[in-house]
């Protein structure tokens, strides 16, 4: 009765996602672009319904019931992989803070490709992170309690945890660049302080990964000169300590994971390949898309005819921002409550799109 | 004012100087530039109206704005998807195309005559004044007889520009609709000052 129970409550989650599936509420940009995402950071099929939820901020499920419907012997979809992101109900017309969906996306692609599995291979010193998980389940027994075998166990899932939300910032900010760095910033800033969790890492921690990242792609210039206060503020945010309390063991695991860094942004790089988002492919067109901003015209389409690169709209829409909000931290709010600048972005990225795929025909 | 043609509009359009610069963006085809116009294409969002359970709308009422903007429903139709627009009905749609004119010219919005031909109405607002920059609103009225299908990306307005005597200095730096993207409801904020105005005067003239 139990799992009948649990799987009518399962069904009933489904209503929202049949909704969503018969008409998106997003716009046209914003799902053309989530096309687009798919195609880079999944690199398989996948018919994505994303679906507005009070409950969930963002949260992915890759393919929802396929071990129950499997079980019951129905043929589960096998060449398109359905995936479910929700997105916070009150901000449809987020495209800032919509490309955490890139970051949801990356949870698909890590359990398409086994990336965790591959950064668990690349690890530099291994005896190093056996010795020091031995260190964190001797603390963890010593303040949770429970065998060491259990201890082992829990702090592996934390770690594989920690790691998949890292691997999935790694994928979001190889494919959006500088962009995801301040939707992270704006997204995790007031909702999150520095301790971590057991399905989250510190907020300290991600954000150093994502400005060592970023700045291995070559991408710390363009911050420092673009916004050098907000810059300033997002690197001593990351140089913070994280506030683990009693439990020691987060620390350790933040030593683990810090010398995975390397294997993580390897693990990336390689599984972007071309869609790596590169300063020298946004620097040609950074100062036409950001004299169209300064003018309010529509950045979709430059002057030799070609359609703006969708990364590059959104990334001279985020410096465009900070010129006109003001380079500073708070700024961050204030450029996300700017609805009226993102639905312009948005629709830029549909126009982009459209001449995109009409030179094609 | 003059007219422009053909090689006048592809100069406009080409202009490297932005605040001079004829925009028209996203441009599918060179050849929507005319012998004295562009085509405009249909875009995707639209508002349709609906019965409400006001009587009516009314400038002078406080809460216009709110009465106009329960009027409509907003739907978005992907290009390669089509919008039935039955007899007698009134829609808003806007042009795929973003639209901005230098101070050194406007335009008219003009319907396609092909579309005319079936009792399509395309824009009733037709002039765009200096310095405008967004996408166009049209208002989509079917006076035929029969439901005609919309689809966007389809050409159905044409845009005529014109030079203008010599360059204005008096461009809005708060226009009444700014960098619209999409069809915009009505906006009679301006009206509605003009129409507290009005009134006053009303009322001193009724007490000579």
Redesign the interface.
Known sequence: MRRINYDVMGLHEVSPWVESARGSKL??GLVYFVDELVSAVLKAPADVVMTPSGTYMYSTIHKPFEDPLTNLGVTYPATVIPIIVSYPVHEPESLFLHLIIAHELGHSAIAEHNLDQEVYGRDPDPTATRDTLNLAVAEYVSHEGGTPAAARGRLRVILRNWLTELICDGLAAGFLGPSYLFTAAAFGAPFHGPEPSETHPPLTLRTHLLIEQLTSWGWSSLIESAVPETHAWILDTSTRPQQAGHRTYFLRLEEAIRRLSTAIEDVVSTHLGAELFRPDAHAPNADELS??LE????P??L?D?S?APRRSIILAGWVHAFAKHGDEPVSLASIVGDR?QQ??LT?AL???V??ER?TTL | MTLLQHEALVDALSETDFDKRLVVTPLLEDEQVGEASIDLRLGTEFLLLRRTLQAGVDVGDPNFQVQVDDLYDKIVVPIGEGMWLHPQQFALGATFEFVRLPPTLGAYVLGRSSWGRLGLLVATAVMVQPGFAGSLTLELVNEGESPVQLYPGLTIAQLAVHSLHAQTKFIKSDPTYRAPTGPQAARLAKEQHALEKISKLGDSLARV
């Open positions: 716009a046209l004299a169209l003018r309010d015209i529509l979709a389409q002057l005819r359609a009226d639905r312009f629709k549909e126009m982009s459209v001449l009409w």
